[in-house]
């Protein structure tokens, strides 16, 4: 059996420092790479916990007026076009998410997903205004 001081040897400790150096390295950068997936995997998780407190809850109630999504108009809906359609008259509520309305142009009842409603809203209540004539400036 040849020694690892024997020069004819070939286990001499030139050969073997650059194996457990290299394995040293290894072994470090798997554990870097762990916590790293540890780490990322904790964030995730907790984006996810806040993006979800802050979906609003849509509760509507039979009888109340909501707005319906335009979806046609998703990708180009011009400037100044409105997205919603409406109002509409919630008819019944079903236990999965979906909603029946009732148009109040045309009477016609559909079903729809409940995260294309919004809540009605009526306009500003404007008062009268005073018209005033103006009068040229006098220079």
């Known amino acids: 059996m040849k020694f690892p001081d024997e020069p004819d040897s070939l286990c001499t400790l030139s050969i073997i420092e650059p194996i457990v150096q290299e ?3 290894l072994d470090c950068q798997s554990k870097l790479e762990e916590d790293f997936l540890d ?3 904790i964030e995730d998780k907790e984006t ?6 802050r979906i609003l809850k849509k509760n ?4 109340q007026k909501v707005l319906l999504q335009h979806s046609k108009l998703k990708f180009f809906p011009g400037k100044l076009r409105s997205r919603w359609l409406g109002p509409h008259v919630i ?3 079903f236990a999965n998410g ?4 009732q148009s109040l142009k045309t009477n016609n009842t559909f079903k729809v997903n409940d995260h294309q409603l919004k809540e009605y809203r009526k306009g500003f209540h404007t008062e ?9 400036p006098i220079f």
């Open 23 to 25: 394995v040293f390295e």
């Open 39 to 41: 780490n990322l995997e």
């Open 48 to 53: 996810k916990v806040f993006h979800v407190a």
């Open 60 to 63: 509507f109630t039979v009888g």
């Open 91 to 93: 008819t019944k509520i």
């Open 98 to 101: 979906a909603v029946e309305i």
């Open 128 to 136: 009268p205004v005073e018209i005033m004539d103006l009068e040229d």
